[in-house]
């Protein structure tokens, strides 16, 4: 059922609040404010939820705004739901106050939200949104999808370059079922390219190079090793914090993708047959 909701300007007096609802189902649950409170009133400490329900047999309740949170949407900007009468208020689970959050800048809010959102994701899911910086300077999917295979060829060496950093997980054997999973995850869900066929992106002749037979996936990495340099100096932290579980300095990720890389092949060992100078380096 859809669920419409009527929002009405807060209601502040000294340094209290009512946050005014109204719906026409039958529920006391709705979508609420954007997580930035870009609006609220600085001043107001307590806030309060007046909640008209229409549908069904009509009624009003009221409750405490922070612990009538009890969800955070995140398919697009970030909203607070509430539901009159939760169970798990959301700052129950997220350890903190909602009067202690509201007050945080949004690059401190997000840790929270990107931890409740990281919890409630499925094996192989992945976040599709990082944002860990000011509102005017988030990096946001783009709202057209583009085809891998429409792309000039420097875009498609570079984002496959991006994803092949991402996802070690491409040197696994050609029979490990999530071998390209993390990498068309990033591809979709960061730069919003969709590539039908992954395994042609790692191992079809036309990415190995002229030379035909052999191991083409060797090939096809050790063919653009520049490019996977470049990316493990500008793609932001956030990413491999996602992806990898942790934050190399820049000049260290080559080798711990190296190191994982090698955990997951089995039938070739990337580290005999990929970025030598970074390995010579610390030789």
Not at 70 to 75: L, P
Not at 110 to 126: D, T, V, W
Not at 201 to 229: D, P, T, W
Request: proline residues 4%; hydrophobic residues 35%.
């Amino acid at each position: 059922m859809d669920l419409r909701v009527q929002g009405f300007p807060d209601i502040a007096v000294g340094e209290y609040g009512v946050e005014v609802k109204c719906t026409e189902s039958d529920s006391w649950r709705c979508i609420a404010n954007s997580v930035s409170e870009g609006n609220a009133i600085i001043d107001v400490n307590k806030i309060y939820v007046i909640y008209g329900k229409i549908g069904g047999c009509s009624e009003v309740r009221w409750a405490d705004y922070g612990r009538s949170i009890m969800h955070v949407r995140t398919s697009h900007v970030p909203r607070f739901e509430i539901e009159i009468g939760t169970e798990r208020p959301l700052f129950e689970q997220l350890g903190t106050t909602y009067e202690d959050f509201r007050v945080l800048s949004m690059h401190d809010k997000m840790p929270y939200i990107r931890q409740y959102a990281r919890g409630r994701l499925g094996p192989g899911e992945r976040l599709w949104w990082l944002e860990d910086k000011d509102d005017d300077d988030q990096h946001s999917l783009p709202l057209s999808v583009k085809i891998y295979m429409d792309l000039t060829q420097p875009e498609k060496r570079k984002i496959r370059a991006e994803a092949v950093l991402m996802s070690p997980m491409v040197c696994a054997h050609s029979r490990s079922r999530r071998k390209y999973n993390d990498a068309v995850l990033y591809m979709m869900t960061y730069r919003g390219v969709l590539c039908p066929q992954a395994r042609d992106l790692f191992s079809a002749g036309s990415v190995a190079g002229a030379e035909r037979g052999g191991n083409y996936l060797i090939r096809s990495i050790q063919n653009i090793q520049n490019e996977i340099r470049d990316a493990a100096h500008y793609l932001e932290d956030a990413l491999f914090e996602e992806y990898w579980g942790s934050v190399p300095d820049p000049e260290d990720r080559i080798l711990e993708w190296l190191r994982m890389a090698d955990e997951v092949a089995t039938d070739w060992i990337p580290s005999d047959n990929l970025f030598f100078d970074e390995q010579n380096r610390i030789r």
